[in-house]
């Protein structure tokens, strides 16, 4: 196998984004454990699509937080909804880029709970940095559109 294909190919399977929350009800207290899954292909061009797959789990369907991952995790996931009111009602769009791409320093993107998805995107997308920028700016768009009224 040559040097070219495992530099794609290794990365994806070191690559985790999906979470799942699992109930261990063999002990006396439940106890909710995240288990990474290896990350799905969604198309670039819906921003709903990759929002439900790589998001939900933990933002929540509504954006507002309460997704089936959130409670496990040590920092809780923000509520999307709020993104817009609390920046004084302009929607932060190069904050969120930013966060999805991973280039910001918010604790929670990056850590072993939270994956860097601008970095998942690429190997996704084989390094095209085309698609990359298409999945981020739709998955922004779709983030601006959860915005609370």
Not at 73 to 88: A, F, I, V
Request: glycine residues 10%.
């Amino acid at each position: 196998m040559s040097c070219k294909k495992l530099i794609f190919i290794l990365p994806a399977l070191i690559v985790f984004s999906g979470m799942m929350v699992a109930q261990d009800t063999t002990s006396d207290q439940n106890k909710t454990v995240i288990q990474h899954v290896p990350i799905s292909n969604t198309s670039p061009v819906s921003g709903k699509e990759m929002y439900k797959a790589y998001c939900a789990v933990c933002h929540g369907t509504d954006g507002k937080g309460g997704g089936p991952a959130a409670s496990a995790l040590k920092t809780p996931p923000s509520d999307l909804t709020l993104l817009s009111k609390n920046n004084g009602g302009k929607f932060p769009a190069l904050k969120v880029t930013s966060t999805i791409r991973g280039t910001s320093d918010l604790p929670a993107h990056g850590s072993k709970d939270m994956p860097v998805w601008g970095e998942l995107f690429w190997n996704m997308s084989r390094g095209h940095e085309g698609e990359v920028q298409q999945r981020v700016a739709n998955l922004t768009h779709y983030i601006e559109s959860l915005q609370a009224k």
